[in-house]
């Protein structure tokens, strides 16, 4: 359960925190190995904007650092996550949405 009276960005990080612990202590070596990657890249939440299909944007959440191809966003809006593919224009939505050791673990 995430605790009252946080901030946006100390929420989101809570949801990730939640989700890669509870990969790290299951028994799915993949799954493990995909969470301390994705330690390895975290960054706290900060807020960017999202590109969307037919010239949308939206205020998001970046949650991990990229990696020149692609990166993890929160979307508040719709309460998940998306892995968003770089672009010169920002980060551009390409429709993989979900938990973010998923989205990061689909590259």
Request: glycine share 12%.
């Amino acid at each position: 359960m995430i605790r009252s009276g946080l901030s946006v960005a100390e929420r989101i990080s809570e949801l990730i925190e939640a989700e890669l612990a509870e990969a790290e202590a299951g028994n799915d070596a993949v799954l493990r190995r995909s969470a301390d990657e994705m330690r390895q890249v975290l960054r706290k939440p900060r807020e960017v904007t999202v590109n969307f299909s037919g010239g949308m944007t939206q205020k998001c959440w970046s949650v991990t650092r990229g990696d020149g191809d692609y990166r993890v966003i929160y979307m508040p809006v719709a309460g998940y996550f998306s892995l968003c593919v770089e672009s010169d224009f920002g980060p551009l939505d390409i429709g993989v949405h979900g938990s973010a050791l998923g989205c990061f673990g689909s590259v």
